[in-house]
């Protein structure tokens, strides 16, 4: 029988709906051709498994996926067929509020000048990090609906910002700032707190003196504060500023959209949804895009930067290496999907990458 080694990294697959079920096996093909030592569990939480058994998460699942693995790696969620999104809410924001993956990490980093829609703009111009609170915000879904259906309907949709969630998002990014550098090897210096305070005041005033308090304890990182319209025409205006940047559950998904466009769009980006000390979920920015599912068009780069995120995460630095070469040197030479300026389709993107690893 097999020995496994102890320091095998045990790897939980949930490729989900839509283009989740295209990039994900090429992201899976290039860690293997890395030579990363990982063992792969498959599982089938999905549209598909919804409509068969009406099953979303199996009882348990959480629990099982925080106890069997060192890591999950999760693809899009989202189908036209389960007109609720059932599913997906109960899969995917499960998965960050019940294992309570609160920071949700994601990196901005312009691979080549030709991905950037901004005029002269480098890739190192384009090197931040977004730290979006996870688990509240207006995602708790709090609220509800009085006099439905009439002309008196009120609906109330509740943001909610605990002090324990806000302080540790925010201790979060200054951790963040202090342990990690630029891609150029520079240290990062400085983090941004992001919101809407003058129009949210009390969230607001509470991300603000808990972000004055928590920066009082790392003197050596610069502090800023910008509202998040002021940070979206910034973003768009000139993004070098920019180092690492921290906001709540709302503004940072949509930012990342935003942030996302710099990088040559959604197929690009990559994210992490991350509890320190405990099991953390990889999953591509981009959702499930029910339009170009099934044509082999869709972009696997970012799902393939996901899962370098990942292997990173768990200390397989040199894997992570040879991945990201892999990615950059493929959109260099047009070797990626149309929606980069490439002709291959998500399968031949996906084997060109995992080629280039496999000989380095
Ligand atoms: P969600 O709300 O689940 O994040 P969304 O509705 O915001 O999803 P996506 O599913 O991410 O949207 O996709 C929106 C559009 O972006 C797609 O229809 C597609 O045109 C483009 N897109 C997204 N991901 C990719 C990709 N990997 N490759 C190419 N195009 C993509």
């Known amino acids: 029988m097999d020995q496994q080694k102890p320091s095998r990294k045990r790897i939980a697959v949930i490729p989900g709906d839509g283009i989740g079920q295209e990039v994900i096996p090429q992201a899976l093909k290039v860690v293997q051709a890395s030579g990363a030592d990982v063992e792969m569990s498959e599982f089938d939480w999905s549209a598909d498994r919804y409509l068969r058994d009406g099953t979303t998460v199996p009882p348990d699942g959480f629990a099982m996926l925080a106890r069997d693995f060192d890591a999950i790696m999760a693809g899009a969620f989202g189908d036209p067929r389960v007109k609720t999104n059932i599913h997906a809410k109960e899969i995917l924001l499960g998965m960050r509020f019940k294992m309570d993956l609160y920071a949700n990490v994601r990196p901005v980093r312009l691979l080549d000048e030709s991905l950037c829609p901004l005029k002269g703009v480098e890739p190192k111009d384009v090197d931040f990090i977004v730290i979006r609170e996870n688990t509240e915000g207006v995602y708790t879904d709090a609220g509800g609906v009085f006099k439905q259906g009439t002309p008196d309907e009120i609906a109330i949709q509740e943001d909610i910002n605990t002090r324990k969630g806000v302080e540790r998002i925010i201790r979060y990014a200054f951790d963040y700032c202090e342990q990690n ?9 400085r983090v941004l707190m992001c919101d809407k305070s003058n129009a949210m005041t009390h969230a607001g005033s509470l991300w603000q003196r808990v972000f004055k308090e928590v920066s009082g304890e790392f003197p050596q990182i610069e502090t800023q504060h910008m509202y998040v319209d002021a940070l979206c025409i910034q973003m768009v205006r000139d993004p070098r500023p920019f180092d690492v940047i921290v906001t709540n559950n709302m503004f940072g998904d949509i930012i990342t959209d935003l942030a996302a466009g710099l990088q040559g769009g959604l197929g690009m980006a990559a994210s992490g949804n991350i509890h320190p000390g405990q099991t953390s979920m990889f999953e ?12 082999n068009v869709a972009n696997p780069f970012g799902a393939i930067l996901t899962a370098a995120m990942m292997l990173a995460h768990l200390g397989l630095t ?21 929606d980069i300026g490439g002709t291959l389709g998500t399968r031949e993107a996906g084997e060109w990458v995992a080629t280039f690893v496999s000989r380095r």
């Open 284 to 295: 591509p920015v981009h959702g499930s895009a029910p339009p170009i599912a099934g044509k």
């Open 318 to 338: 040199k894997e992570v290496e040879k991945i990201e070469a892999a990615v950059l040197e493929a959109v260099r030479q047009k070797k990626g999907t149309q």
């Open 181 to 189: 550098t630029k891609l150029d090897g520079s240290p990062r210096s």
